[in-house]
């Protein structure tokens, strides 16, 4: 093992200057332009109870998602951003994996280049051990004050805790990790990614990027966690481009929560507790209403009920949201057995045969 790191920190030694990346800020004025540049704020965290390893992270960059995060499960997550470099990542993970404690990791990455002061870099491994850097300052510090003279000048800093690191750049002011970091310290007991999310959402209450919104991603790894046990990754969402992407990601978390929702609601249905379940279907479909699965589950509910009428009013709504709903062959709702009841009213005649 000894002799693996030996190799490993030669390898980062040779490397020499890693890029030339200098303190960049993208102004669509100008002739230059770094598409590694990723001035955003970020959470790493770790679920002590059930081995999971978490990113959440959001910037007014593009597709933030695609750069800036390295993950093994079992292993550890590593975040690296502003002058985001995968060498961090790459060797810094090789390091862990052989061994390596994380502040040991980070001195000797940041040894070796010789642009760290552009980088910002987190790790945190899955015994909970942690190290971060935020170039322009000493080692595991922050690299402005609080009280420094220019309020418009842009923030960069972070902050480590029991099973987190929150991290950012090109902030509105400390409150954002200091908001993650509460938010975090403060939902123990929940689901990892309920808990990302929510740090997230308090570090944008805390101003966030100081350019905006664009960009965020999530990510879950545990070992064998992914399909059928050949990945460790057992949550990836990533929202590319929108103007209220925290927004969006939540959303997109429920969406993959909402078959088995779906499914608890229709157990609870055959056990007898009709009332629960439909409640159920009805916050559901409030959460994601752009999501006909739900309504379609919803208007499977109410034809057992025999509730025609809310059962054909969930059925259009399918339908507008899907028109492949209405295919005769497999898959569509003329094929499924839960509507054979009402499936020569003429309203369902009717909504199979519009636009035709």
């Known amino acids: 093992m000894f002799k693996k790191a030996l190799g490993l920190l030669l390898l980062c030694l040779s490397f020499g200057t890693i890029a030339q990346a200098q303190d960049y800020h993208y102004d669509p004025t ?3 332009y770094d598409p590694d540049w990723l001035s955003t ?19 007014r960059v593009l597709a933030v998602g695609r750069n800036g995060s390295t993950f093994r499960g079992g292993v550890a997550v590593i975040v690296h951003q502003m002058s985001s470099n995968p060498y961090y990542g790459r060797i810094g993970m090789e390091m862990l994996m052989a061994g390596l404690e994380p502040q040991e990791v980070m001195a000797r990455l940041v040894r070796s280049d010789e642009d760290s002061a552009s980088r910002q870099v987190a790790i945190l491994d899955i015994h909970g051990h942690s190290a971060a850097f935020t170039g322009g300052g ?27 690191c929150a991290q950012a750049n090109s902030m509105i002011s400390p409150a954002v990790v200091d908001n993650m970091a509460k938010s975090f310290e403060s939902t123990k007991g929940k689901p990892i990614a309920d808990r990302i999310l929510d740090a997230m959402d308090a570090g944008l209450a805390g101003g966030g990027d100081r350019r905006g919104q664009q960009s965020a991603a999530l990510f879950i790894v545990k070992p064998l966690a992914g399909a059928a046990g050949y990945s460790d990754v057992s949550e990836d969402l990533r929202v590319n481009d929108s103007p209220a992407p925290l927004v969006e990601l939540r959303r997109l978390l429920t969406v993959r929560r909402s078959g088995e929702i779906v499914a608890t609601a229709n157990r609870e249905f055959e056990r007898g507790n009709r009332d629960q379940a439909l409640q159920q279907l009805l916050q559901l479909r409030d959460k994601i209403p752009t999501t006909d699965a739900v309504w379609i589950a919803l208007a499977g509910m109410y034809v057992k009920m025999n509730r025609k009428a809310d059962a054909f009013e969930a059925i259009r709504k399918a339908v507008e949201l899907n028109p492949a709903n209405k295919r005769k062959g497999s898959g569509g709702l003329p094929k499924n057995p839960t509507f054979d009841p009402i499936k020569s009213d003429p309203e369902w005649v009717r909504i199979m045969s519009s636009g035709e």
């Open 30 to 32: 100008s002739t230059t």
């Open 41 to 59: 704020f970020s959470i790493i965290v770790r679920d002590p109870n059930t081995g999971e390893l978490g990113i959440g992270v959001a910037s």
């Open 138 to 164: 000493p080692l595991g510090q922050a690299v402005w004050s609080e009280d420094r003279k220019d309020p418009e000048e842009a923030w960069k800093g972070h902050k480590c805790g029991v099973d987190y």
